[in-house]
C-alpha cells in the first residue's frame, strides 16, 4: 500500500524519505488546512529527498473555500507551472463551484496548465472533494477530466467514519483513479482500509512543537492559540504507517 505524507518543511521531507514514504504532499500552513508552498521550500525539499520519493505540492492560493475567482485561478495556474518545472512529480488541487459540485471548468483549465508545463504531471484532486454533495458521483467528474488520484476521507471526519463511502468511491473508480484514504486517519485504521478497496493512505503525521517565549505577542491568532507552537514531521508515525502499509 503507497503512504502518502504531508510536510512542511525540508526537514519533514527528509524524514519522510527516511522513513519509507512512497510520496510527500508539499504545503505550508497546516493549521490553515494547507497553502501553495514557496519555490524555495520546493527547491530545498527536492535536495533533501533526493530522488527518493514524488514530491508532489498543493495547489491552493489562500485558506477558505474552494469556490476561486478568475485572478486566482491564474495565480495557480503559476503556481503549478512554476512547481511542475522544478522537478515536482504532480500537483494536488481542487475547485468547487459555491453549491459544492466539483468545477469541472476550472479543474479543466488549471489540468491542462500542468500538463503543458510536464504532460506526465500526476493531478491528486484534494480533501475538497469532502465537501460535495455526492463523492461518489465526483468520481466520474475526476475520471473525465483526467486525473490520478484523490484524496478523502469519505465526506467524513475521519477515515474510519468514511470508510463506506471510501469503498464506494474504489469501486467506481474501478481501477481508472486511485482513491486516497486520508483526513483523521489513524495507523490502526489502515488495514481496514486495505480490506476496503484502497490501495493508498494519506497522514499528516505531525507533532506539535509549543514554544515557551515569555511575554510573547500574539501577532494575528486573535483564537488564543499560542503564537509560537508550530508542526514537525514525526518520525515514529512515519515510521509506524510504512510498517501498516506493508
Sequence with gaps: MKLEIAVVSAEGAGIAAAEGADRIELCSSLELGGITPSQGLMEAAAERVDGRLEIHPLIRCRPGDF?????ELDTMEREI????MQGAHG?????LKPGGEVDAPAMRRLAESGRNANPLA???????IDQTPDAVAAVDVLM????TRVLSSGRSASVHEGLDTLARMARRSAGRLQVMAGGGLRIID???????????????AKQRVPVSVSG??????G????????????????????????
Design 67 to 71: 469556490s476561486y475567482s478568475p485572478a
Design 81 to 84: 507551472r512554476s512547481l511542475l
Design 91 to 95: 500537483v494536488v488541487l481542487g475547485a
Design 122 to 128: 500526476q493531478l491528486t484532486f484534494h480533501r475538497a
Design 144 to 147: 473525465d477530466l483526467g486525473f
Design 190 to 204: 489502515i488495514p481496514a482500509v486495505r480490506r476496503s478497496g484502497m490501495d493508498a493512505v494519506h497522514l499528516s
Design 216 to 221: 510573547a505577542l500574539s501577532l494575528g491568532t
Design 223 to 246: 483564537d488564543g492559540a499560542d503564537p509560537a507552537a508550530y508542526y514537525v514531521t514525526d518520525a515514529a508515525v512515519v515510521r509506524a504507517a510504512r510498517m501498516a502499509c506493508g
